[in-house]
């Protein structure tokens, strides 16, 4: 299984600030994955990050807005930019485990309240 | 991937076994049955998956029905660590990527 550390595990930010959300992961791996999770809702995924490559935004979310980087195997940051109240949520990120075929890993989220 | 439908909550007292339906009446062939759950202030926690035939392992077993329109997680002794958002999610075995979580079942294991 893999283990996997996000930081800052929270924090409170103003509004028209930026947050870089990091996930460190105990094994290099291919993929991986970001999360939101808003308040009282599931999980939506944000996008996919190839080490290499550009992220994958899933319809709704924008690099501008949610850049991502994926500078080795082991390693992911997500920024969220230019904060508004309504990017109060937890965000997530995970990975595929080899395990059992195509089991994901979560890490502990980051619970991010915007004021 | 195929829609699924839950229950939004359900009870179970401590020791007896849960068991959670999922409606996946749209499923393809192709597509398996995936449980994950989230304790509440943790990341989702995967928990079994199946395609056609029942599943067990050390967490809990996964019925599927015949026509695969149906599945059942079952928890044998819920105990009050099994208190969770249960999450059903119907995806395209041999894919890597996404995995599309619904609103899930609140249950709550109560002594």
């Known amino acids: 299984s893999a283990v996997i550390s996000q930081k800052p595990s929270r924090d409170i930010c103003q509004r028209g600030t930026s947050l870089t959300i990091q996930c460190q992961v105990d094994?290099?791996?291919?993929?991986m994955f970001w999360y939101r999770q808003q308040p009282g809702q599931s999980l939506t995924l944000i996008a996919t990050a190839n080490q290499g490559s550009e992220a994958t935004y899933e319809s709704g979310f924008v690099i501008d807005k949610f850049p991502i980087s994926r500078p080795n195997l082991t390693f992911s940051t997500l920024t969220v930019s230019n904060m508004s109240p309504e990017d109060s949520s937890i965000y997530l990120c995970s990975v595929e485990g080899y395990r059992v075929a195509h089991e994901q890993f979560f890490g502990p989220g980051t619970r991010l309240t915007v004021l | 991937d195929a829609k699924t439908t839950q229950p939004t909550s359900m009870d179970c007292a401590e020791g007896r076994a849960a068991n959670l339906p999922c409606n996946h009446s749209t499923i393809s062939g192709n597509e398996y049955v995936y449980w994950y759950r989230q304790i509440h202030s943790q990341g989702p926690q995967y928990i079994i998956h199946g395609l056609k035939n029942n599943e067990t392992n050390e967490m809990a077993s996964l019925i599927i029905t015949e026509d695969r329109k149906s599945s059942t997680l079952i928890l044998p002794h819920a105990t009050l660590r099994d208190t969770a958002v249960y999450y059903c999610?119907?995806?395209?075995?041999?894919?890597?990527?996404?995995?599309?979580f619904g609103q899930g079942t609140i249950l709550t294991v109560h002594p």
């Open positions: 094994s290099q791996v291919t993929m």
């Open positions: 999610i119907v995806r395209v075995g041999g894919s890597y990527g996404k995995l599309t």
